[in-house]
């Protein structure tokens, strides 16, 4: 797309009245475009739209009327989740108009650099901590995009001096063209999404349009353990500065002294090295110190740290940020101790990869809630986790119940639990977590990581995490 000015005296339409779809209405309409407005709910569902009106911004709910994109249409701003074969957006297409979303527009507006992270896991975290760091170091961040603010109402305010740092999704990045971030991290990729992306081919290559735009004075930040993430060096114009849990980089980067070799050595403590291009270390810290438990957030923390260290940030500046941080909500969430019992919220794992690293990262024996949207998957990839006997009991709900349970069967695991659905799907969740709690004794963990979206029960993985803490707090 051009620069939001352009659109001046054409037609906009913008798909879904989400957030951000508020938002970047309001920016284009503000900036002479005609602006329509379009969501499938029906109005009573959508109480955004009077907001909208009331600036002469034009909204139709209820779903998608014929004409609403036409030869006449210059640009359609989709909400990330609406996927490429809805009829509007397959109109489009067909005709030939540009389909972006709010991450294209925001990046025109934008007048501070930006660091762009994405991956399968870890996303919020480390860009949280990214943050986190580079107030440390005395600059001045933003985090916006899937977490804080959306990412055009960030980018008005943004100035020359800041630092944006975006949390970044598969779904967004399909629909950039322009895209460029001064800073971009991949994280790792795991097959998930696939029922938006249809193939792994397209999940991978949307990522990798993070790199798209990139050139020489921009910075690359891959996870070198991760072979897709390698893949991509070939492709990348920027310079790379490469994290490893694994390799020592003796081409400079991010890693562990010493190396990890496999999980019998998790106890071992390491330091966090840096390693400047001319060969010069630097110790970051212990990863005894790290503030958050778990092999994976070693491998945030590093991938956190090399951004911040690419935007500017003093590596002496970043151990403070890297012991004090403890964490987001919904990410391995400490809830509370009951009886003796130890209660986590890890709604935010929608992947089985996410629970797998969840479950690695505790030590106690875990009572692990699981389930959740069913998406195809038969969830053997949970199997290994599952039999390394951490895992004293699974309670499943949602519509993958019978196959999590299934998997649990197969890992040996005796005490396995499937919920049926209540009518409330909060009470189901309750139920579920009373069932824990009679599997649960003193010293254990009761874990909710449930491998799966929410969307067969909730609105959001949010939805969930606050409802499993409510709960656990009322028993």
Same mark, same amino acid.
């Given at each position: 797309m051009n620069h939001p000015e352009h659109y001046r005296g054409q037609d906009v339409v913008v798909l879904g009245l989400a957030r951000s779809g508020v938002e970047v209405a309001k920016v284009m309409f503000k900036l002479g475009a005609n602006v329509i407005v379009n969501d499938k709910k029906d109005r009573s569902e959508c109480p955004e739209a009077s907001e909208l009106e009331a600036l002469g911004i034009s909204v139709v709910c209820g779903g998608h009327p014929d004409g609403l994109i036409h030869k006449g249409t210059s640009l359609v701003i989709k909400n990330p989740g609406i996927p490429y074969t809805a009829p509007p957006v397959q109109t489009a297409l067909d005709l030939g108009i540009e389909v972006v979303t709010e991450v294209e527009v925001a990046y025109w507006l934008c007048k501070a650099p930006m660091i762009g992270i994405t991956g399968s896991n870890g996303k919020t975290?480390?860009?949280?901590?990214? %943050?986190?760091?580079?107030?440390?170091?005395?600059?001045?961040?933003?985090?916006? +995009?899937?977490? +804080?603010?959306?990412?055009?109402?960030?980018?008005?305010?943004?100035?020359?001096?800041?630092?944006?740092?975006?949390?970044?999704?598969?779904?967004?990045?399909? %629909?950039?063209?322009?895209?460029?971030?001064?800073? @971009?991290?991949?994280?790792?990729?795991?097959?998930?999404?696939?029922d938006y992306h249809k193939t792994m081919e397209d999940y991978v290559a949307s990522k990798a349009k993070l790199f798209a735009n990139q050139q020489d004075a921009d910075t690359a930040i891959l996870n070198w353990d991760d072979p897709v993430c390698r893949e991509l060096v070939p492709y990348i114009q920027a310079q790379l500065l490469p994290f490893s849990m694994t390799e020592r980089l003796p081409q400079g980067g991010i890693y562990v002294e010493p190396p990890y070799a496999d999980k019998e050595d998790d106890s071992l403590d390491r330091q966090v090295i840096y390693r400047k291009p001319n060969g010069e270390t630097v110790m970051l810290v212990h990863t005894s110190e790290i503030g958050l438990p778990g092999r994976f957030n070693v491998e945030n923390a590093l991938a956190a740290?090399?951004? @911040?260290?690419?935007?500017?940030?003093?590596?002496?500046?970043?151990?403070?940020?890297?012991?004090?941080?403890? +964490?987001?909500?919904?990410?391995?969430?400490?809830?509370e101790e009951k009886n003796g019992v130890v209660y986590y919220n890890n709604s935010k794992a929608t992947n089985s990869k996410a629970t797998a690293m969840a479950i690695g990262a505790l030590s106690a024996p875990i009572v692990l809630i699981a389930g959740g949207l069913d998406r +195809?998957?038969?969830?053997?990839?949970?199997?290994?986790?599952?039999?390394?006997?951490?895992?004293? @009991?699974?309670?499943?709900?949602?519509?993958?119940?019978?196959?999590?349970?299934? #998997?649990?069967?197969?890992?040996?695991?005796?005490? #396995?639990?499937? #919920?049926?659905?209540?009518?409330?799907? @909060?009470?189901?969740?309750?139920?579920?977590?009373?069932?824990?709690?009679?599997?649960?004794?003193?010293?254990?963990?009761?874990?909710?990581?449930?491998?799966?979206?929410?969307?067969?029960?909730?609105?959001s993985y949010e939805e969930r995490g606050r409802i499993f803490k409510e709960a656990v707090h009322n028993l």
């Open positions: 975290t480390t860009t949280t901590w990214t %943050g986190k760091m580079l107030e440390a170091a005395g600059l001045s961040p933003i985090v916006a +995009g899937n977490i +804080g603010i959306p990412l055009t109402e960030a980018s008005l305010k943004a100035t020359p001096d800041d630092y944006m740092v975006v949390e970044l999704s598969s779904f967004q990045l399909k %629909g950039t063209q322009a895209f460029r971030p001064r800073v @971009a991290c991949l994280l790792n990729v795991v097959e998930t999404h696939l740290a090399a951004c @911040a260290i690419a935007a500017g940030a003093e590596p002496a500046k970043l151990a403070e940020p890297l012991r004090s941080f403890r +964490g987001v909500e919904h990410r391995l969430e400490f809830v +195809g998957s038969d969830y053997m990839d949970l199997l290994p986790s599952l039999q390394d006997k951490k895992v004293k @009991a699974v309670v499943a709900l949602g519509q993958t119940k019978d196959k999590i349970a299934q #998997v649990a069967k197969l890992a040996g695991i005796s005490s #396995v639990i499937a #919920v049926d659905n209540e009518e409330d799907a @909060a009470d189901t969740l309750r139920r579920a977590i009373r069932e824990a709690e009679g599997l649960a004794n003193k010293g254990d963990v009761v874990l909710l990581s449930p491998a799966c979206a929410s969307w067969d029960m909730f609105a």
